[in-house]
């Protein structure tokens, strides 16, 4: 069965660089999740998107803005980076039942680090 | 607010024991949804299991088995007969049917099992 697919799957990026991030949805999910883990940390939720709209936001720094585009895919990008950026970032992708929210399923991540 | 805690930061155990991982969860909603999720070592999330507020039935799936109790808030996690694949971090997790249904992750427990 198709997954989610990220890509990159590593990125090394200086300091006050800027990275974009690309998330491919699972065939007919029409709900994207953003997510960062930080080393020994817990997945954070940033940002997610319904039918191309923003439907939540978590804690995603202003440096940082995303956005879902007609084929569903979602890009994350991210400027002006800092070495606290480093860590793994997820994409999710659900489909939407009437009001209800399926499970999410994760893709394989982005490990971006910033040198 | 919502919140998820496992208390059992790390947990090592000798293969063919049996585990319970721990999951305590607070919300205000009266519909949310529980789940758990495994991390091995190559850091993708893995999909486990979903469960409703509205259902308790203890859910079993080969080795692995759930016991929701909405009395205690509790959402734990018994694998029987461990094996050494089984080592990973395992993350509970808690989202709200209001909202867009992200994840609010508890900070994993890293188990270990020992050959």
């Known amino acids: 069965a198709a997954g989610v697919i990220q890509s990159p799957r590593h990125l090394i990026k200086e300091k006050r660089e800027t990275a974009t991030l690309k998330c491919y949805p699972i065939?007919?999910?029409?709900?994207v999740y953003w997510y960062q883990q930080g080393p020994g940390q817990d997945p954070q939720f940033l940002i997610s998107?319904?039918?191309?709209?923003?439907?939540d936001k978590g804690s995603i720094p202003d440096r940082f803005s995303a956005q879902q585009f007609s084929d569903y895919h979602s890009e994350l990008n991210m400027s002006s980076l800092e070495l606290g950026d480093s860590a793994l970032y997820f994409c999710?992708?659900?489909?939407?039942?009437?009001?209800?929210?399926?499970?999410?399923?994760f893709g394989p991540g982005t490990r971006l680090t910033v040198l | 607010a919502q919140k998820v805690t496992q208390a059992q930061t790390e947990i090592s155990v000798v293969e063919k024991e049996d585990v319970t991982l721990d999951c305590v969860y607070e919300?205000?909603?009266?519909?949310?949804?529980l789940f758990w999720y495994k991390q091995p070592p190559s850091g993708e999330l893995v999909f486990l299991i979903r469960?409703?507020?509205?259902?308790?039935q203890n859910e079993i799936s080969g080795r692995y088995s759930w016991n929701f109790q909405k009395s205690t808030s509790s959402f734990n996690f018994t694998i029987t007969a461990s094996q050494v694949v089984d080592s990973a971090v395992y993350f509970c997790?808690?989202?709200?049917?209001?909202?867009?249904?992200?994840?609010?992750f508890g900070t994993g427990t890293r188990l270990t099992v020992i050959p």
């Open positions: 997790a808690l989202s709200e049917e209001i909202g867009a249904n992200n994840l609010f």
């Open positions: 919300t205000r909603d009266t519909t949310y949804y």
């Open positions: 999710a992708s659900s489909y939407r039942t009437g009001r209800i929210y399926n499970e999410q399923f």
């Open positions: 065939p007919r999910h029409d709900t």
């Open positions: 998107f319904y039918e191309k709209m923003q439907s």
């Open positions: 469960r409703n507020s509205f259902d308790e």
